[in-house]
């Protein structure tokens, strides 16, 4: 305890002055959230979706007043500063600084054909709402929960109802929503698609858990012809939903504590994380197929995140934090979930970045206590291993 008390060394000047300009940093860091939301607003990322484009250029085709352009230049340096775009500087005697789009940029441009657009998603996340609930964290945290009237959640305390209740009745905020969850399906759609093709194969069914619209799923479903899909939602987000004229997908109403539909694969995506350990295990369990299990059995595959993809998971865990009852989830987490759940097999794949591809199995036996392998899901056996695949960060350990 003695070497705990020693005192501190003296910081130098030039620390000192260091260390203030990261407090600015952090004091002002919401600002970077807000110039990216006026960015998206402003349709700034398509008007350089073309290759490059200089202020002059931008005055012509942005909806900014005349009076207030010489601000859009301090908009465009703090934006390239934060590397949202980039100075072009291969050729300074031009005399105008000219600005092309990142790597991250171009996932908020709308007709970029190499992807699906984020931009719905990223401004579907910054609300007033949710950054007023971010200031309650301080009060939040002193409160004690054993009272009666104790908010679960940061955002309960803000606004005296939680996130699915304010959605449900706010028309416009629940619209904006759904838009920001259709523009991540399709972009992690795109990508399953590419990289995780191979689940698929010898897939006859598929129940998409709370998935919203169907844009996952119709993606899926258009790659896998093969595949019968259905989506398992509320009953107000079902009929909520327009008519599927092509009848890839079919709508089921129903409330995925209460039942899943039996399906050879099942897909929850970014679902578990808004819920406790507690209601975790209940969905799983309704997930569960079989009444035996096999030996216990787990695979990790991919080597460590990268800071940044750490970085964004952590950031994702303290909203959960703040918003819902959720979290995300380290890797001994979900072994603890799938086990209480009566999942005893499962594979986590670090494939889409922040976010994994989670795959959890329940092996079937016959009248007989014989496992039955893989290799009977082709064929006409009833009884064959079903899939649970769940889209989710699985962090490392901090």
């Not at 169907?214 to 899926?220: E, F, K, N, V």
């Amino acid at each position: 305890m003695g070497s705990q008390n020693k005192p501190l060394p003296p910081l130098t000047n030039a620390e000192l002055l260091q260390a203030q300009a990261e407090l600015w940093c952090h004091k002002f860091a919401y600002l970077k959230s807000v110039a990216l939301h006026c960015a998206i607003k402003l349709g700034i990322p398509n008007a350089i979706s073309r290759g490059a484009a200089s202020l002059s250029e931008l005055h012509a085709v942005l909806p900014v007043a005349p009076s207030k352009r010489p601000c859009l230049s301090l908009l465009m340096r703090f934006l390239a500063a934060s590397g949202i775009f980039r100075v072009d500087d291969t050729n300074p005697a031009q005399g105008e600084v000219i600005y092309r789009l990142t790597a991250v940029s171009r996932l908020l441009v709308y007709d970029d054909d190499g992807h699906a657009s984020l931009s719905p998603y990223i401004g579907g996340c910054l609300m007033p709402s949710y950054f007023m609930a971010s200031l309650r964290l301080a009060e939040w945290l002193e409160t004690d929960d054993c009272g009666k009237t104790a908010a679960e959640m940061p955002f309960m305390m803000a606004h005296g109802t939680d996130f699915w209740g304010m959605l449900g009745g706010d028309a416009k905020l629940g619209a904006g929503f759904s838009e920001a969850m259709q523009s991540d399906s399709r972009f992690v759609a795109g990508i399953v698609i590419d990289e995780c093709g191979e689940v698929f194969a010898g897939v006859r069914s598929l129940v998409d858990v709370g998935g919203g619209d169907g844009t996952l799923t119709r993606a899926i479903a258009n790659a896998f012809p093969h595949v019968r899909c259905s989506v398992l939602e509320l009953p107000q987000v079902v009929h909520g939903v327009p008519a599927d004229d092509d009848g890839k997908v079919e709508f089921v109403a129903g409330d995925m504590m209460e039942f899943i539909p039996p399906a050879d694969a099942l897909f929850l995506k970014f679902i578990l994380h808004d819920w406790s350990d507690e209601d975790c295990v209940t969905i799983l369990k309704r997930c569960k197929r079989s009444h035996f299990c096999m030996r216990t059995k787990r695979k990790v595959i991919g080597s460590a995140a990268s800071k940044q993809t750490f970085e964004a998971q952590l950031v994702m865990d303290f909203a959960m934090m703040v918003l819902f009852t959720g979290k995300e989830r380290e890797e001994e987490q979900w072994s603890r979930m799938f086990t209480d759940a009566g999942f005893t097999r499962y594979k986590i794949s670090p494939i889409l970045g922040p976010r994994s591809l989670i795959e959890a199995l329940k092996v079937y036996y016959n009248n007989y206590g014989v496992k039955l392998v893989a290799s009977y899901k082709a064929g006409r056996h009833r009884s064959a291993p079903r899939h649970l695949y769940i889209i989710d960060a699985a962090t490392r350990p901090s």
